[in-house]
């Protein structure tokens, strides 16, 4: 079974299009992240949700926004996509302040 | 802020070589340290953690002590293997943060037969 689930897992798309990348987690848990991660393994937290409520939101343009419709989902939706959102994205989850996050695959998101 | 610094990649060995990762770390107080471990192709896993000064946190061969006095949670394995080929991330959770996680750089370890 898998715990944290993306899709897609490829993403191409053209600059100034609007997508969206969905996340699932069947582990439980309360609390859902975002991160890209650039070309260079780097990896940024975008967002945390807790219970359905946002706790983190670091400086991430406001084309970008989350969505979490229960625990078990987090979604992000990307308006006008631009060449530098090229990137990895990685959904994760956790429990509460349980040290461990549990990563998705992550979705390859090529803008053209 | 708080912040991780990790040795730069990317690292060549042989099979059964020794390896060693250095990480350290700036932050309030004292925090959780991990090292996850990303595969090819997959999203990060946890490898090891520890949670409080001179902890030993250990898991498939690898090792890594949290150290207070040096501010460091280098990571160790006695005898690498092609399989352990991969970008290794150190991450810090400070005591105070929630579930925040601050991770280091990443470094690509790459272990030729």
């Known amino acids: 079974d898998t715990a944290v689930s993306q899709t897609p897992k490829y993403l191409v798309t053209q600059m100034g299009n609007d997508k969206s990348i969905k996340c699932e987690q069947n582990?439980?848990?309360?609390?859902m992240y975002w991160y890209k991660q650039d070309s260079k393994k780097f990896l940024k937290i975008m967002f945390s949700?807790?219970?359905?409520?946002?706790?983190i939101n670091e400086t991430v343009p406001n084309r970008f926004s989350p969505k979490s419709p229960d625990k078990a989902h987090l979604n992000l939706h990307i308006n006008s996509l631009e060449l530098g959102d090229s990137a990895v994205y990685f959904c994760a989850s956790s429990q509460g302040g349980s040290h461990e996050q549990f990563f998705g695959p992550g979705t390859r998101l090529t803008v053209l | 802020g708080d912040s991780v610094t990790q040795m730069e990649g990317p690292v060549t060995l042989s099979e059964e070589a020794f390896l060693t990762i250095n990480c350290t770390y700036t932050?309030?107080?004292?925090?959780?340290l991990f090292w996850y471990v990303q595969y090819p192709g997959e999203g990060l896993q946890l490898l090891l953690k520890a949670t409080k000064a001179d902890d030993k946190g250990s898991n498939k061969g690898f090792e890594a002590t949290y150290r207070k006095e040096t501010t460091s949670f280098h990571l160790e394995k006695g005898s690498v293997q092609v399989s352990d080929s991969a970008v290794y991330f150190c991450?810090?959770?400070?005591?105070?943060?929630?579930?925040?996680?601050?991770f280091g750089e990443g470094t690509q370890l790459t272990v030729n037969p």
């Open positions: 582990l439980g848990h309360d609390t």
């Open positions: 949700y807790n219970n359905k409520e946002l706790i």
């Open positions: 991450a810090l959770k400070p005591l105070t943060s929630g579930s925040r996680l601050t």
């Open positions: 932050a309030t107080g004292y925090p959780s």
